[in-house]
């Protein structure tokens, strides 16, 4: 497997690789692998030239502690990226990403980057839109993978193909990977007690039944199990942060007829922020 460090290296190998009519996919990560990742690996194992990207984003993270905490486990990446044959890794520098950036951080996203994670978290979908603009820029893939596991920050990706690379970049959608017991799979994991995994799933629970109410009736009512749900769960002290339910093409508030739609939730177990979607 390729190591690349430095953005003009990566760049003279992807001109060359596109040059010769190679097909390259990107799969963009910040690293400590898991299960969720793997499965963006797995489903690109028939493509031509793949590259993992690991940069820890710090313009994405709210709180420097946070960000400085970040796991990192580089020894186990490596070994996992060989066992899928991936054949470049690209790690650029904090100097290369973000001081010898212009990071357009004026850009007006769309309404929906507001709202949600958006609205808890400023500036974190500029920091992601950013950085992922300049790894489209830097690979000039012809794939990108992404989880649904993080569905907002897929429909902006899926935004930023259509502003800024006339939809010629094809975002492979990845389904969420969970623990045995529900809980999607997240590097945040790793900071939750077995205890607090424990409660941790049960909001996945809670998403279950409401997909099975709503379904059987109709989405009209949500806003009363909303706060049956917040109720119980703040018992075992998990504070939501929030629980909507939202259609999933754009975001928008659903009518009654509308079917295409997810509930999506963020919540904290004790310092720790998980967020989670489910289809209905
Ligand atoms: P991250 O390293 O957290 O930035 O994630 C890199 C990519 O992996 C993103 O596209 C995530 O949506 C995806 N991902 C993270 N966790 C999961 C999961 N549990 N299931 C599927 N995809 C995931």
């Known amino acids: 497997m390729n190591i690349i460090n430095s953005v003009e290296e990566q760049e003279k190998l992807c001109n060359r690789l596109t040059d010769d009519n190679i097909k390259i996919s990107l799969i963009p990560t910040m690293g400590n ?13 028939n493509d031509d030239y793949r590259i993992v990207s690991l940069f820890v984003n710090p313009l ?27 054949d470049c890794l690209f790690m650029p520098s904090k100097e290369d990403m973000i001081l010898k950036t212009n990071h357009d951080i004026e850009r ?28 489209f820029n830097i690979i000039k893939p012809q794939k990108a993978y992404f989880g649904k596991k993080d569905f907002q920050q897929l429909l902006l990706i899926k935004y930023l193909v259509k ?4 939809n010629n970049i094809e975002i492979i959608e990845c389904e969420t990977i969970r623990e045995k017991n529900g809980l999607a799979m997240s590097s945040r994991n790793n900071n939750l007690s ?3 995994n424990r409660l941790a799933a049960l909001v996945y629970n809670e998403l279950v039944s409401l997909k099975k109410s709503l379904k059987n009736n109709n989405i009209s ?13 703040s018992k075992q002290d998990i504070k939501i942060e929030y629980l909507d339910i939202l259609c999933r093409n754009n975001l928008n508030t659903p009518t009654e007829k509308d079917i295409d739609v997810n509930i999506f939730v963020a919540f904290y177990i004790g310092d720790v922020r998980l967020i989670d979607n489910i289809e209905i």
Do not use: M, W
């Open 108 to 135: 007006k996203l769309p309404d929906f980057a507001n709202i949600l994670c958006g609205k808890f978290r400023k500036s974190h979908f500029q920091g992601v839109y950013s950085i992922v603009k300049k790894l």
């Open 163 to 166: 502003e800024c690379f006339k």
């Open 221 to 233: 009512l949500f806003p009363k199990l909303r706060e049956e749900i917040i109720r119980k769960l």
């Open 60 to 86: 994405q993270f709210n709180n420097y502690k946070d960000y400085e905490n970040y796991p990192k486990t580089i020894k186990k990446d490596l070994k996992i990226l060989k066992s899928y044959n991936i």
């Open 194 to 196: 077995i205890k607090q």
């Open 33 to 45: 692998l898991h299960l969720g990742h793997e499965s963006l690996l797995k489903a690109s194992l």
